[in-house]
DNA sequence: CAGGATGTCTAGCGTTGCTAGACTGGGGCC
DNA sequence: GGCCCCAGTCTAGCAACGCTAGACATCCTG
């Protein structure tokens, strides 16, 4: 019972990620739109079932990848945030390495916030990678001043803002690094 | 050729507008996803391709939509701006009435912002309703002051922000009132 | 009154997410 | 060791999707 069962499970874990990275790759070079169960079977090399075997549906290995980029959000958010040597210089690096991931991986981005997933944001059971991001807009505030959490929500009510009007052509797509710098300097004096 | 034809066009545009408000309708009942090309022409009592004689397909009946959506939004905002008594008040009076448009219609405002359209931004041929809609926050900065325009995005990123992400429980959906209030008094100083 | 244009319908195509039922192969019990 | 059973995988198919071709009817024009 020992040995084979437990390497069926690492070679079920294995597939696991590899479904959730095939989805990943085939969104970011063809769009979400492009991603059906049957490509991604095909992709993985199994039938469609084996999907269903290890995700409740197409919106849970979506979810799934959202998470991953929740991780790969926060490292890239506190690494911005650590380099800047002073604190208002943390918040514009911040949000500045904010965009720069919204941008870069569109259908990354698009999973963790635009399209439908089953993740819990904002509750006990929210996800540890979800609460490192925010918390690293919070960091970038005052620990004395009160409303640390308001001004992170406000600021990343912004910065989504400004990625997704951005992204779908609603505002002009340059002069991002403007508005960060005109949204910055309205917060930074009331540090 | 005349009075048979004129009586035609008429009819053909009244469906026209039935189908959309048909669409609008299910949709804020019953959410997009419910909304079907077979669903909604049982609702205006035609078959299907008749939709296709009208729109060159599902995205563009969602851009109509939207359409009607902007024009309803550039009136709230403008008779919020101009019910305020001061421009400060003006501001934080559209802010208000933007969220509250959002929140209040959230299927309409989902057509506006977020489902894909054929809706031209930021160019030539931008529609009407659309300009005005950005025109009314670029209205309540002051006409002598520069980056008016510049205000207007961040101003309205910032709330499309909060609209969207308070709307699919990325934020707590309370304390928008807060967010507003706090968004204000880092903007309104600087006016 | 014939001919053509216009409008509407039925029926169907290809694709989607998802699932039931058959098949296979190794693990545990007598 | 031999039998049964369960976990895993597959083929095949369902209902619903957006969209369209081709047939039918209906009305204006010459």
Same mark, same amino acid.
């Given at each position: ?58 919106? =849970?290995? %979506?979810?799934?990848? @959202? *998470?991953? /980029?929740?991780?790969? +959000?926060?490292?890239?958010? &506190? ?72 001004? =992170?929500? %406000?600021?990343?009510? @912004? *910065?989504? /803002?400004?990625?997704? +009007?951005?992204?779908?052509? &609603? ?21």
């Amino acid at each position: 019972m020992s040995a084979i069962s437990e390497r069926r499970e690492r070679e079920r874990a294995h597939r696991h990620q590899l479904i959730i990275t095939a989805a990943r790759e085939l969104a970011e070079t063809e769009g979400w739109e492009a991603v059906t169960t049957r490509r991604l079977a095909e992709r993985v090399e199994y039938s469609q079932p084996v999907l269903y075997s290890h995700f409740a549906g197409k919106d =849970a290995i %979506v979810s799934a990848v @959202a *998470l991953d /980029g929740f991780g790969e +959000l926060a490292d890239h958010l &506190r690494r911005a945030r650590q380099a800047a040597p002073e604190p208002e210089q943390a918040l514009r690096a911040v949000c500045r390495a904010y965009l720069e991931f919204a941008t870069g991986r569109p259908a990354l981005y698009q999973a963790m916030f635009i399209l439908p997933t089953d993740l819990k944001f904002a509750s006990p059971e929210t996800p540890a990678p979800l609460r490192a991001c925010f918390d690293e807009f919070v960091s970038c505030f005052d620990p004395d001043g009160e409303r640390r959490e308001l001004s =992170a929500e %406000v600021i990343w009510s @912004a *910065l989504h /803002g400004m990625a997704v +009007l951005s992204e779908g052509g &609603r505002i002009p797509p340059g002069g991002q690094a403007e508005r960060v710098d005109f949204l910055i300097t309205r917060f930074a004096g009331v540090r």
